[in-house]
């Protein structure tokens, strides 16, 4: 939860509660504490129910729209049937992703003989090798 803070921080904000809420620091933590049982008793509560509701176990996680239908709303013949019609356009998708990687590497290595694979040989240049180019990756512009 604090990850991004360090102990100056943490010690400032700790000195500005005491500050702001001074003797009565220690009632506003307890009540905070308090609201923190109640909120995750509530919840715990609510998939109890929810589990005595539908006959199966759910946990927390499972509340998730998608996790919810997956497992408790659909069998798994209906699951490959709502699949079955677009595992094909996934494939053709797939195997278009696949080519396009394959020639934008043919075309990176033509225009850069530095980047080409070890498995293909490189021409000798009779000289000083040239000053490879800087690779920009997806990752690199996010």
């Known amino acids: 939860m604090f990850d991004n803070l360090n102990w100056w921080e943490i010690g400032a904000l700790l000195l500005l509660a005491l500050l702001i809420f001074g003797d009565r620091l220690p009632a506003v933590i307890g009540d905070g504490l308090r609201m923190v049982r109640n909120l995750r008793r509530m919840a715990t509560n609510a998939t109890t129910d929810l589990s005595r509701e539908l006959g199966t176990d759910i946990q927390l ?41 394959e020639e934008l590497k043919d075309v990176a290595t033509a225009v850069d003989p530095a980047s080409r694979p070890a498995s293909r040989p490189v021409q000798a240049t009779g000289g000083a090798s040239p000053a490879p180019t800087p690779r920009i990756s997806y990752d690199d512009a996010t």
């Open 61 to 101: 996680q499972d509340l998730h729209p998608k996790a919810f239908v997956r497992k408790h709303l659909l069998s798994e013949e209906d699951e490959a049937a709502i699949r079955k019609p677009l595992q094909g356009v996934y494939d053709n998708l797939r195997a278009d992703v696949t080519s396009v990687h």
